[in-house]
Structures are given as structure tokens and as C-alpha cells.
């Protein structure tokens, strides 16, 4: 099996599971006790707390561990925002961010606060004079990924920040995709991030908060950790996180390089060997371990299940691969082809033959899956009437677009079709189809039943 | 070293430390991931979660994981009261519950809410009609814990959930100190409990909701863990908790006649061995590890410090161990003697020789730490004045209470004593040390500083 959802939680680094293995015996007594067992685990949680600030790049005792990289999320948040609730009630995110982040926000307008979301460009990355378009008078606090968790691209946080700091507003990084490579550049309030991202344990997030940035936990009292992350630490858990923090650091310049070239070979190739694939995200401005493309006419979770068949476990952002039944929040905010989306993220190590056997084994794949749902294979050249409609209500993606493409040749050049479709995703695919294919997107309009998308012929 | 703080938290249990190792392999993975890698964590997850609800005694739909016993309370309270917000806004708690219980009371309060308490008898333990007295047609939730984490006192749960059930209003037991040794019996509609408590992991909580107990989830919304808790979920310490739940479940029986007979031994042999202790908490209806006792003129860390020094971890509720500088709320909500308290709490396991041990070490370590205080060694006899002022202004516990004692032989029988102390511990101690000693307790007074507490001498 070949693993490529890094981004969605590392195997164990073998530095975590010894460093677990050895401060289950030392660091499962109660830290604030005064005896010899609560002494060690003490030292263990102090050691493990500077060792993780050093290569945070903060002071030991801004930073708090928390039970994942979510819980940081929601705790860095609420407390920020509640620090600075009379300045104002206002958060500024951008709209790719992660959904701990957007679900804090929306717990935050549910609670009479207003959010503002910074728009991102087609390749994922939010701009500088977006956040300073955003900032107001009562701002609390803005939010802003280090990287893009499903696409790779690496955001301005630095400029950011500078535009922030210039308005006195805190910046809080989730720094959760970035952090195993390097520390976030830049003048930022709060940092979060979660260990299993990296290679650490399960069950450790870290939240750090500048000196001087105001900060007020919310929820009930509690004397671990500074007040900011109730419960009981979880100290061997802690002191892995923190081991392999440093060890995937010492490793990760020259991993990096490694990566960036594998990934780049994926997003050169694909679109040479798959046809009707669109790669999306920056191609520059990137994290080394991550590529992400869209095939037209493809069931993600199709495609999913046959690649897992093959031996590769990787992960979509397509409609039909989420309880939700709506595209990616990432993909829609870019603008991008959601269908028969597909994320690979490379954990370190991965080895050079296994991409190269994932590229061997994609065309296949996705070759198999269209054929399954009848995809168009080459463009019909009758000419047939000069408006047409698609009926695919009812019809989930990559379905209508199916069809549209299946008919598209029927009509002349300045005809136009209108896709009859209820599928959420259709919004996003049909636009994206358009200008695979630089064809005209006219646009949508209500429709009896669900919405009507208009497309031209052009060419 | 002998660890007698089981009820802080217990080593690792054998089977949860091979229940981690293994689980650390193939329970890294996103369980909502559809991938082989995936698919196993899932697999690890369901099963841990059937294995722990069959311990408990409930359906495996209504059992959540946590982040650890106080999350589980937190999340558990907050979520109930929110659930019932159209019925009210009325809490009740016992006095002597779990600090994680009275600071969500706390966080309720704050917000509006109105919380009750319901007294405990000297012996730490509620009466079913305390609770039947605090119903309010507006009462949202009721909390009590199943034993207490200081006295080991058991609470009558199942006849207050009958009292509750009748009011229409549920019931959270807040199991952390039972779970290990037997499920909570009674008609309880919500339980917490906490891994770390019996052996299994840290990181580990429970929250277990019953069907048909309204329950709205505060904070960001989360899609893991029926959206109650929030954050990827711990696997492998979650696979942990469920195998050592099981494993001392099956010694439980066994072992808890076994620690039965020692605790019995130091309750019993305590008080012949050391003069002026007070052995707190329920002598019959008490978990079968716990054992407490309070040493009259005695500072509480340096007896935990001599303790320490000679191979024994324990801990207190002595004013002077905790940083709050205030005795531990259930020795106050019971009225007894705070000063020089040890809690005993014997993991399962424990050797009869290191219990022989203790009660070896311990008249020597209690005798110590009073000479070095000058705690009095007989009472004086000469007849003074009828009134007496002792000033221990600025003296922290024990002193206040060495120094009534030293001038007590003073005063003739008929004549008071007015200690003033600005020290939180002398409202409890002095009245305390006039229970054990047969002498009245008068009363306290506002005094230009701090508190005059009056003593009269009958014997």
C-alpha cells in the first residue's frame, strides 16, 4: 500500500512511537503534584514544552498543548476574540481556510459577531490588500492558514501579518499543514497546529499566544496548561509530539527538495497521461508534499475506491465523497473543476518507484471510471438545433456535465444549452468545464426545478 | 517508591500499554477516510467503543470519546443544560463534586444560569431528599458523582436518578473515581468518566449521553464523535482505554476486597498509631482504595514532603498543598479537619507490605513535622485568665490551630479563647480541632483584621 494523505494525519514518525514508548513509564503520574512520579512527569512536560517553543520559534511559556490541532483551532479563536471583545465583534478568515477555523467562525456569527472572508485567486492564495480591505475599526481578530490543507498553496501570512500588525489587529496562523516543514515567518499573534500532521501522536494540538496579545479562554475554569486546554495532560502523547517535531525538522530541507520534485513530476505528467484534467493550485508558491487535480467526467469516489483497489490511499474534495454532498469549500472558493477531484499528499520518505506506480496506474483508473459512466469519448459534429436543454435533475456530479459534454456538439457554434441540474456541484463544474473546453459560461438562472446553467458554444 | 495517588491517576495497565502498541500501527489513519489505512482505524474505533459501552452498560451510539474526564464533563454539562435551556436554567450539584463539575457550575452562573448545591453529611455522602428538596420546576440538569475523589465516599445514585426521574429532569453521574471497579447503577441518564483513572491512557475521556436526553453540543460545530467532540480522534489511546476498562474490569471484583482489607487496615490502625488524627469519609459505603485522614497540627506539604522522602506518594487537601492557599472543598463542605490531610489511594495491585510499610513510616513522619512546627505535646495545666486573645495574624495552617492548643490549658474551664487568623483553613480547622477535643466552638467574629474564631473550654 502506498499512502498519499499526509495532509490528512502522518503514519507514527519512529522518533514519536519511541519517545511515546519511553514517557509512558515516567510521565503518566499528574504533573502538579509534588511527589517523585508528578516531579518527573513535570520535567517531561517542561522539557518537551521548550523543545516544542524552540522550534515553534516562541517562548515555552506562550505556548499551551492542547488535544488536537481542532481543539487549538476553537480555543485560539473563541479566546482571542473574547480578549479583544471591546474593540469589536469582527473576524476576518479567508474562505479556504479549515473548517475548525470557519466553524468557529460561524459559532462566532451565531453568537452576534460578524465575519468577513477574504476571497482567494484561482490558485488558492488570499491577497495581502485582501485582509486590509477587510480590516474595520472593530476588528478582533483575523485568521489565516499558513498553507492550504487540499491544495498546497502557501499563503502571504508574513505580509499579513505586517498588514494586521499595522492595524493592531492579532493574526492567528493554523499553521497545522506547514509546520513539520518550517516555522511560520512573520509578525503573528497565534499559531496553532496539530502533531499527527507531522508524524507525532494522535491526541496533540499546540496553541501558542504571544505575550502581550490579549486572550481570555472561554469555558469553565481549569488550572492546567495556563487556563487555555482543560483536562489532564497527556504527557507521553506531548513529549512524542514535541521529538518529532525536531526529528522531522532535521529532515526537512532535504525531504522538501525530494518531495517538490515527485509532486512536480505529478503535476507535470498527469495532464499528459490523463485527458480533461485540470491541477490546481499554486504551481510555485507550494508545500513540497502536495498536488491536487480534477478529472472531468469522474466520480471522485469512484476513482477513490479503484485507485484504493491499487494499493493508493489518497483523498478527494469532490461532492460525492463527503457526507455533505457539496463540493469542497476550498474548491468552490477558487473557482476550480471539483469533479473526480483528487489529493495527493506525500508523507516524508515516500519513495520515488511508488509515484511513479501511481502514475502508471491513473490513466487506467480514471479511464475505467469514465467508461463506467459513459463518458464522452470524442465530441459529436452533427448539427442539430440551436438551443437545447439537459434535463439531469435528479443526476449527481460528474453527470451533467456527462451529459453536457455529450450533447455539446449537437448545437452550432452560438447555440447555447441549458443543463437542468440540482446538484450543488454542477455551480462549480460547469463554469470549470467552460473553460477546459473555452467555451462560454453565460451563467444561471432559477429553473422550475432546480437551476438551469447556461452554456455557449464558441468553437 | 510506593504510588498510594491512584486516584490522581494509575500507572498504565499492562493491557492498555500492548493495547497502544498495537493499535499505534493500524489506528494512526482518518476513521472517516474510505481507504484501506482509513477503513482499519475505523474498524479499531467501532470496536473500542462496543467493548467500553458494554462495560459501562450502554448502547454504543450513546457513547463518545473525549479528550480526557474533564472534557467529558464540560462537554457533558454544557451540552445538557443547553438541551433543556426552554425548561430552564437551573443546575444542581453536590458540594463535594470533582472541581470540573463546580467550574462548568461556575461557567453556568456566570452566563446566567442558577446553580444549586446540595450539602453532604460529615461523612461526605448526600441524601437522596437533598436533591429532592433543590427540584425547581426550571431545572435543567442535576450532577453527582458516583464515589468521591477524596474520601472515597459512594453516593446514593441510583435513588437520587430515581428522584430526578420523577421530576422529569436528568441526571449526569460523574463516574471517574467507579467506572473502573463496576458499572453505575441506577436510571442515570448521563455519565463522564475518565481513561487515565483505571489504568488506561491519558487523552482519553467519556461522555455518554442516553437516547433521549436532549442534548445541543456547544462550541464549533465538528463532524467527528456525534459532533461532541471535536478533533481527530486518539485511536490507539482510545483502543487503550477500552482494553484496560475490560482488563480491570475482570480483576475488579478480586482486587477490591483485597485493597478493601488494606484501606480498613489504615483506617483502623491510623488513629491508634498517631495521636489527633480524624479518619474522614464514609467507613462502610467507600470505594475500596481510598482511605483519608487529617493530622491535627500538621502542615499538610511538608508531611507529603516527609511522605515523599522515605518512598511514598500521596496527596492532600491541606490548604498549604494547593496553590489556591484555601483547604479542598469537600473536606470544608463535610466540616472537617483539613490540616495535615492524606489521602491515600491505593492502585490495584498494591502490595500488604507496602501498606505495612506506611503505617511503619507514617507515626514517625507525622511526629516529625510536629516537633519541627512545635505543635503541643501535652496540655498545659496552669489556670489563667478567663479570656484569652491568641493572635495569629499572618500564620498560615497548622499554626493557628498549635497555638490554641499551646495557651488552651490556660483558660479554666468556663473560659473562652478568641483566635484571630486571616488563614481560609482556621474557619474549618478550629472548629474541628473542638470536635475531636469535646470543646465548644462558639463561633466566629469579624475582627479588625481577619476573623476572631471563639473557643470555649468545657472539659
Partial sequence: MSYFDAASGAPLHPVARQALMASLDEGWADPTRLYREGRKARLLLDAAREAAAE????????????????????????????????IGRHLIVSSVEHSSVLHSAEAFEADGGTVTQVPVNRAGAVQP?????????????????????????????????????????????????????????????????????WGGPSGVGLLVVRKGVRFAAQGPVDERESGRAPGFENIPAIVAAAAS???????????AVRLRELTERIRARVPR????????????????????????YVDGEALLHELDRQGFSVSSGSSCTSSTLTPSH????????SEGNVRVSLPMGTAEEDVERFLAVLPGAVAGVREKLGAPTAAATAAGPAELVVDSLGKRCPIPVIELAKVFGQVPVGGTIRVLSDDEAARLDIPAWCEMRGQEYVGEEPAEQGTAYVVRRVS
Avoid at 497521461?273 to 472531468?296: A, K, M, N, Q, Y
Avoid at 476550498?330 to 473543476?337: D, F, H, K, Q, S
Wanted: charged content about 20%.
Fill in 245 to 255: 517535531l525536531r526529528a522531522v525538522r532535521a529532515e526537512a530541507a532535504q525531504e
Fill in 129 to 197: 490588500s485582501g485582509y486590509g480591505a477587510a480590516l474595520r475599526p472593530d476588528t478582533a481578530l483575523a485568521c489565516l492558514q499558513s498553507a492550504n490543507h487540499e491544495v498546497g498553496t502557501v499563503q502571504p501570512v508574513a505580509e499579513v501579518a505586517e498588514v494586521c500588525r499595522a492595524a493592531g489587529v492579532p493574526l492567528l496562523v493554523d499553521a497545522a499543514q506547514s509546520l513539520g516543514w518550517e516555522p511560520v515567518e512573520g509578525d503573528w499573534s497565534l499559531l496553532t497546529a496539530g502533531a499527527h500532521k
Fill in 330 to 337: 476550498v474548491l468552490r472558493a477558487m473557482g476550480v473543476l
Fill in 55 to 86: 522550534a515553534i520559534g516562541c517562548r515555552a511559556d506562550e505556548l499551551v498543548f492542547t488535544s488536537s490541532g481542532t481543539r487549538a483551532v476553537h480555543t485560539g479563536v473563541a479566546g482571542a476574540l473574547a480578549g479583544r471583545r471591546r
Fill in 273 to 296: 497521461l490523463v485527458p480533461d484534467v485540470e491541477v490546481v493550485g499554486d504551481p510555485e508558491r507550494r508545500l513540497p508534499g502536495i498536488v491536487t487535480f480534477s478529472c472531468l
